[in-house]
């Protein structure tokens, strides 16, 4: 069994800072691309950054500026560096992570997800 076990998030006011950790454990080989999405009320769930396989990071032109994604590929975690946060900010993020669970077979895990909002 696979789990992502996200902590962080919380509330924070319009400029402030805040840190989401996600740490991946179970039965699984490797970790090919793994990041942090989120849902914003009323809206699709959307990329905020990821760490592919090879080290490349992808970020949401939003926080491109903002948010640092790091990744500990000898502990299965990533990290979301959030910085000078701004209301629009505020969702559920959502730690993502795919997983070779078999040589041959890939599978796509999630977090529970954890609330980050943002006030004035």
């Known amino acids: 069994q696979v789990q992502l076990v996200e902590s962080g998030g919380g509330s924070v006011q319009t400029g402030g800072s805040l840190t989401l950790s996600c740490a991946a454990s179970?039965?699984?080989?490797?970790?090919?691309?793994m990041g942090w999405y989120r849902k914003l009320q009323g809206k699709e769930r959307e990329l905020v950054a990821v760490?592919?396989?090879?080290?490349?990071?992808d970020y949401n032109e939003a926080v491109k500026d903002r948010f640092t994604v790091f990744r500990d590929n000898a502990r299965d975690t990533v990290t979301l560096q959030m910085n000078n946060l701004k209301e629009e900010d505020t969702a559920v993020y959502y730690c993502?992570?795919?997983?070779?669970?078999?040589?041959?077979?890939?599978?796509?895990?999630w977090g529970q997800g954890t609330q980050v909002t943002v006030s004035a």
């Open positions: 993502n992570a795919a997983l070779n669970v078999q040589l041959t077979m890939q599978r796509d895990y």
């Open positions: 760490v592919r396989t090879g080290g490349r990071k």
């Open positions: 179970g039965n699984f080989l490797t970790i090919n691309d």
